[in-house]
């Protein structure tokens, strides 16, 4: 079985009603996902908690990058005091890995998003294991687990499980920001409202976007308003 829970191609493009049926196919797709694939393989989410408020820590995460952008995506992060999880993609580590190492120094998290940004489940074992070292090679080397995104959140039990042999905890996301089916920042904000992000949740935004940058002082303040701390992935899922 493979599910792809975040095709950019599926979004503004169809008819209100067709894009409420894309949403439901994803939605039903991602519960089978669930069921089939425990926390400890597969994490959507940190601990909700048993706390009835909430509020709580909550993490944003960042796909695609590094790129030209990325200096001020660490310039708005650093002036919102936020660290956060990037999802890198090899290729680009290789074009830029000066960038790899600003994020690093600046405090925030690295996990690998591919060396290719394709579909996990399109790959055969040995390529996916391929594409898992050579991204992790551009990393910064830590201890405990390492954390992989598979691109368009594209997944398989196959890959899922070759992920996991190779030392890497599968992490997707709970709250998206839409902020690649848009290419405006109120847009990325309205997303947001009413505020339904809850404790444990895990925030898509991708790198390489005007839209996005502009976005985050609203969305942060919101955040931060409802009462949560943002974290990084790792220190999420550490509790």
Not at 79 to 96: H, M, N, P, S, W
Not at 173 to 199: A, G, I, Q, Y
Request: a positive charge; aromatic letters at 6%; one cysteine or more.
């Amino acid at each position: 079985m493979a599910v792809d829970f975040a095709d950019a191609s599926v979004g503004l493009r169809g008819s209100p009603p067709v894009q409420r049926i894309e949403r439901a196919a994803r939605a039903s797709a991602r519960k089978v996902a669930e069921a089939l694939m425990p926390p400890s393989v597969v994490i959507w989410r940190g601990r909700p908690g048993t706390s009835e408020s909430h509020a709580g820590r909550v993490a944003l995460t960042f796909d695609d990058g590094p790129d030209d952008m990325t200096p001020e995506y660490l310039s708005v992060l650093s002036g919102l005091g936020v660290r956060a999880t990037f999802f890198v993609i090899g290729a680009q580590c290789a074009k830029k890995p000066k960038f790899v190492a600003r994020i690093a120094e600046a405090g925030h998290e690295l996990g690998a998003h591919g060396y290719t940004h394709r579909r996990f489940p399109s790959l055969r074992t040995r390529e996916l294991l391929s594409e898992l070292r050579d991204t992790q090679a551009f990393l910064p080397k830590r201890l405990g687990r390492l954390l992989v995104r598979p691109p368009h959140g594209a997944v398989s039990m196959s890959s899922v499980l070759t992920c996991l042999r190779a030392g890497f905890t599968t992490v997707l996301w709970s709250r998206d920001s839409n902020d690649c089916r848009t290419d405006r920042s109120v847009d990325v904000v309205k997303s947001f409202e009413p505020l339904d992000v809850r404790r444990g949740d895990i925030v898509l935004f991708h790198e390489g976007q005007r839209w996005t940058v502009e976005a985050l002082p609203a969305v942060v303040g919101q955040l931060r308003e409802a009462g949560h701390a943002l974290v990084t992935v790792g220190e999420l899922l550490d509790g």
